[in-house]
Structure formats: C-alpha cells, structure tokens
C-alpha cells in the first residue's frame, strides 16, 4: 500500500512539471518528440531504449563530432568536418573548421615542385622539403625565387628564400617581424651579387645566413643595433674552409664588415659562426658615448685580411670572445680601446691573433677586470709589434692564463704604467733580437705585477725581462719563474744588474722582488777552500745563506751578486753563526755579499745569512 501511494506522489509532482514519469509516458515518434519514451529500432519494430543508471557515465555510440563509443569516444571532426591528417600548417574557413593550409601570404606549400606551371598565372610556391620558394618561370618549370618575394611568414618565423642580395632579403623579413623580435631563417637563400645596402638587424631576431659568400660595399656591411640579437653563420673557417661556412666580404676599404651598437645602449647579442674579411675593421664595437654594448660574446668567428682591426672594441662590457682567430690584418689582432672609453669585465678564451701587422693585442686606458685564458699572439712577420702590449694608464687587473707568446719582432709583451697585471703558466718563444717581457714606465709607474711563466725559450741577445727604461719608480713587481728553457746567446745584461740573463733591472725602481722559485746557489773557490750561497727567492724576508768552508782568499776579495736583489739601497741584516768568521768577516750591500780576503788571511769555516725585503 505504502508504494503505491509513493509512485502516485511521484506521477503527480512530474505532471506538476509538465513531465510524466517514463511508466506513463507515450513512446516517442515522428510526432511525439518530447515527454516520450525514447525508441529503438528491432526488425522495424519500437522497443524502449536502455538508459544508464543514475549516476552512471554514458554508454552507447557517440555521435555528432565524436566517434567511438561511451565512456572513451575520440574525436573525428571539428565543427562537423574532419581533422586534416599529415598537415604541415592548419588553418580555419568560415565555418571555423580545421584545414591544411596550402596557401601563405599568397604562397602555396607543396612537399614537392609540381612538374609544369603556367607562367604569370599560377601562384608562387614554397617546398616545405628543400626549404626554397619558387615561382613559374618563362620555360614552364618552377624555379628558385630570385628577390625578397621569396619570404615565407609562419607565426614569428620568417623563411628566407630564393636568390639575390642577402642584404634586402634579411631586411624585407625584419620588416615583417614584430616588435617583439622573430626567428628568421636564410639558411636555404643563395647571395649573388655585392649589396650596396647594409643588412640592418633593428629588432630582437635570431638570424641564420646561409653558407656560401655575402659580398657587400655598404657601410657597414651588417649592423646590430637592437637588444637581444643572435647572428649566426654556418661556420667559420675556424673548423671549416671559408667555402664550406658562411664569408662576409666587404669590398670597401673604409667600411666595416660588421658593425654593432652605434647610437644606442644594447645588450644580449651574440655573433658566431662567421668568416669576416675586407673592409676596415672586420669587427666593431665602439658606440658612441654616453651609449655601451653589454652582455654580448662572439664565439667561433675569424677576422682575417682586414684592412685595419681584427676586432676593435671600446665602451664594452661584461664580453665573453671565445674560439676566434684574428689573422693577418693590416692592423691590430684585437684591439680593447679603453683611453677616453671604458672596457670591463671580460673573459677573451682561446683566441688565436696571428700575423698582424701592428701588435696581436692592444689594450690601452681605463681597461679594467679582464681574464685572458688560453690566449695565443704570435707574429712571424718583420712589422709586427707586441704579441700584448697593455698601455696605461687606468689598465689594471688583467690576467693571463697559459698564454702562449711566439715570434713577435720587438717583443713579446710591453707593460707601461699599468697596475695589477699577472701573467700565470704558458710559453714564451723570444725570436732574436726581440725582447721578452718589458717593463716600463714612459707614461706612468707600473705596480703590482706578477710573471710566472711555465716555459721560456729566449734565442735573442735580449733579456727575457727588460726594466732598463723608466721615467717613473715602479713598485711590487715579482717574478716567480721565469720559465725553464735556453737563457739566450748572451746573457742578456742591462746594467746594472742581471739575474742570469733572466731580467735586466733599472736602479731607481722601488720595491721590486724577483723570486725565481725556488733556490739559486753559487759557490766560489778561494786561494784554498770554497765559499757557497743559496738564495731563498720566493717570499718575504729574503734570505741569502752563506757557508765558507775552510775558505781562505788571499788576493782581490771575491763578490756574490745576490740574483734577486733586496730593497734598492737598503742595508740587510748580516747575522753570523758564532758572532765570527775569524780575523776577517764578510760584508753586504742591496745587491752583493763580499766574501772576506786579506792576504794574511787563514781557512776560515762558519755560516753566516744576510736577511732584509
């Protein structure tokens, strides 16, 4: 009883609602098509359908856009047509249904070069195989584009296609970047021709240039002068031959192969993979001031046969050069121009600076914080200057690490009034009658100067370190080896002292400690017995410590030139052992220990040091 009253309660709140409950509603039929009883069809007759119990996911077969059956149906069709299969780009029609998308910016996209076209009628085509635009040539056949028409936008991706100047190519797709900067792709142009027209990257881009040779007489031939710029070839001669990477040739010899940051403060740029010749500079960096190039690295570029700089660079910072060759130009290898500027904070590894015609490296004022590593300047030239030559002043704290020295005519490294230089580990090959190492202070006094060089082949008359030219009292200088190797065909003297053919020191320098590593010892041989000394050259105080063994010198006293001398024009302790030699004792001076002599002198044995900075 008490269901019955449940489903009539039931029954009259549905007709209340304009419902009936499924017991009392009439089968559906072409007629009948709400408040029904759902149909399906059995050998033409109407049985009730199965619905899914409450709560339950749908079952059956899915209909409309979906295929498949409940509860995991797929999708076939968008908006009631299918998905294109195997489409490189999809687009939408009007009926905001998915199409392959065959047609861009008035360009159709095939997988391959229809065999026959009809010239002036068929539209341009883009082969998505081989990367190359080409239109409908006179003779009937498709052909590689031959202009700038040959751009293909895709998103923020710009394909450069076709044949022609580079140069107008690269510019018609920076033009149609955004603001925001795009990713544009030539890899797949073939440059003919010298441009007159400088390829102007004015946007954030990632620019690829093909392989093959861009020639240019424009001014310059290509300019960065936007923030965050990738420039990329496909290879130098670094790793390939200039026929296997991308040239730049600049024909002009007062315009420069590639020019970045002018008039404007830029940052996040990035050179690489490029063989640079011709021209002026084939690289420069030299904004105009109040303006400074930031945060940029060139890596794996050669600079080779221009007309004056390999690379020239001033108001730069925070620079990383990496795996460059700089060769054969008619000026400097590479070239930081501080004086008047400022450069810092840079790392320069592994870069070769060969046979150019002024010095390898040139570092001049207001250079400040720079790590060379891996560094290589040699010259086999008669005109070339200094493999490195670092002018003050305001040059301070750089650092080079196994630099490698070799060949250079005058010298192979000039220090003149700079500050905090060291020199760690490397080779140098000192060619006759080049200098080594010169220390002087034509412009301002040097400090604070450090060389520790690994091995040190000198075959010059010259002394490895030379300090004989001074017009300033230079201070903290210290040699703490200077390198195993062929001390030279002569000693190498410039008065008044001489370490061996090791260094030449000028009298008025102040505080200078050559610490050959180590200890140096020179022994002598009286009228009877012999007198030794060894030298602690590495650290303060300096310490000569002396023996005489049974010595005895009755004619011209004998002398001990101390290799790295005390403190210009100081008096060293002498302390002896025993407070005695004998009747006749030892004497010393800044730079010498004179051994006792009397000509009724007798064996004397005692041990003695002479102590001081």
Not at 449 to 465: C, G
Request: glycine share 12%; net charge negative.
């Amino acid at each position: 009883m008490r269901t019955a009253i449940l489903f009539l309660l039931t029954a009259l709140g549905c007709l209340a609602q304009g419902t009936r409950p499924a017991s009392v509603r009439p089968p559906c039929s072409a007629t009948v098509t709400t408040n029904c009883t759902p149909q399906v069809s059995v050998t033409g007759a109407y049985v009730p359908a199965v619905s899914s119990a409450v709560g339950a996911p749908p079952t059956g077969t899915a209909g409309g856009d979906l295929s498949g059956s409940y509860p995991n149906p797929g999708v076939a069709k968008v908006n009631g047509s299918s998905v294109p299969a195997s489409a490189n780009v999809l687009g939408s029609n009007a009926s905001s249904q998915l199409v392959a998308q065959t047609n861009l910016n008035g360009v159709t996209q095939v997988a391959t070069d229809p065999g026959t076209c009809t010239p002036g009628t068929t539209a341009d085509i883009f082969n998505t195989m081989t990367g190359l635009r080409k239109y409908c040539s006179a003779t009937n056949v498709w052909t590689a584009g031959s202009s700038v028409s040959g751009n293909l936008v895709v998103g923020t991706t710009v394909l450069v296609g076709g044949t022609g100047d580079l140069a107008i190519a690269v510019n018609t797709a920076i033009a149609a970047c955004p603001a925001t900067g795009c990713t544009i792709n030539a890899s797949g142009f073939t440059p003919s021709g010298t441009s007159a027209v400088t390829m102007a990257i004015s946007k954030p881009a990632v620019v690829t240039l093909p392989s093959g040779t861009f020639s240019t007489n424009a001014n310059p031939g290509i300019s960065i002068t936007s923030t965050s710029v990738i420039l990329r070839g496909s290879g130098s001669s670094i790793y390939n031959s200039p026929a296997l990477g991308t040239l730049i040739s600049e024909t002009n010899a007062s315009n420069n192969v590639i020019s970045i940051g002018t008039s404007a403060a830029i940052h996040n740029i990035s050179v690489t993979d490029l063989t640079l010749t011709g021209g002026q500079d084939c690289v420069s960096i030299t904004p105009t001031s109040p303006n400074y190039v930031s945060e940029f690295d060139i890596q794996r570029v050669t600079g080779v046969s221009c007309g004056r700089d390999g690379a020239r660079m001033s108001t730069v910072y925070d620079f990383v050069l990496r795996d460059n060759r700089l060769n054969s130009n008619g000026g400097v290898g590479l070239n930081l121009q501080g004086v008047g500027n400022s450069i810092s904070e840079g790392l320069v590894s592994n870069v070769y600076a060969n046979a150019n015609a002024a010095d390898q490296v040139l570092i001049t004022g207001n250079t400040v914080g720079i790590l060379f590593d891996h560094q290589t300047a040699s010259s086999a030239t008669t005109s070339g200057k200094y493999g490195v030559n670092i002018q003050g002043p305001g040059t301070n704290s750089i650092t080079f690490n196994d630099i490698w020295l070799e060949g250079n005519t005058v010298g192979q490294m000039d220090l003149n009034g700079v500050t905090g230089i060291t020199v760690r580990g490397g080779t140098i090959q000192q060619p006759s009658p080049a200098a080594g190492i010169v220390i002087d202070s034509t412009s301002a006094a040097n400090s604070n100067i450090e060389i520790d060089v690994s091995y040190w082949n000198n075959a010059s008359a010259a002394a490895r370190i030379d300090m004989s030219t001074h017009a300033h009292s230079d201070s903290n200088i210290v040699l703490k080896r200077g390198g195993t190797g062929a001390v030279g065909g002569v000693s190498g003297i410039f008065v008044p002292v001489d370490v061996t053919g090791y260094a030449s020191i000028y009298p008025s320098i102040n505080q200078v400690i050559f610490a050959l590593m180590g200890l140096v010892n020179t022994s002598v041989t009286g009228t009877a017995g012999t007198a030794s000394c060894s030298e602690s050259t590495f650290g303060n105080p300096h310490i000569v410590s002396c023996y005489l063994a049974a010595y005895q010198q009755t004619s011209t006293a004998q002398t001990y030139t101390v290799p790295v001398p005390f403190q210009y024009l100081s008096t060293p302790v002498l302390t002896i052992a025993g407070a005695t030699c004998g009747a006749f004792n030892p004497a010393v001076t800044w730079n010498t220990v004179t051994f006792p002599a009397n000509a009724a002198m007798v064996a004397e044995t005692c041990q003695f040091t002479v102590t001081g900075q």
